[in-house]
């Protein structure tokens, strides 16, 4: 078993989904007393959240290049950024280190492949639904990706930084993003990727017909099957 470093803490909350995840994985495929081999540099997410908005990702970056760094000369042996937004800077990462390093949104793409489906939704952050870092991947594996419209998109973005990264999930919150995610199906969306690593403690299985792609667990999950070979 490979050892998985993990650059968490943003937010902590999805962090320790993703332990879970990955743990869990190891033990549906290992059984007894298995666990995962798991490396975490869990960072400070204000400063880094400050530098997001003031548009200084060249440090947000150089930080997270340097946490990468840490974790491979820890043992880390393959490398995950444990959120959806960060990816923004995976190439930065990926410069940093010599670990192979497992991109969220190929792992998500390749589930949505195996599910038959072409026509996605997208939910996130503001940079990851209005950049092409993240849509422009998906593209890239022959999806059509829809997004809300530009009040939907403010009001998922203020949900994920006002509550979801402070550990809140609200009712009201859920009962929106249900709203979106059922429109965008009407618009032609065949599933909802939901691309923040929080969403799916907010949206939970039964809230909605729609089908739904949370991308923390496929994340975790992925990575742990190349942590097996």
Known sequence: MKT???IGGMSWESSLEYYRYM???VKQRLGGLHSARILMNSVDFAPIRELMV????K?????LADAARTLEQAGAELMVIGTNTMHKVAPRIEEAVSV???HIADATAEVARAGGFSR???LGTAFTMEEDFYLGRLREHGFKV???DADDRKLVDRVIFDEMCKGLFLDDSRAEFVRIIEGLAAQGAEAVVLGCTEIGMLVRPGDTDVPTLDTCRIHAERVVDIALG
């Open 146 to 148: 829809l997004v809300p």
């Open 120 to 122: 996605l939704a997208l």
């Open 23 to 25: 743990n869990e994985a």
């Open 54 to 57: 003031s548009g200084d990702w």
């Open 100 to 102: 192979p390093v497992v």
């Open 4 to 6: 998985i470093g993990l």
């Open 59 to 63: 440090t947000v970056g150089d930080r």
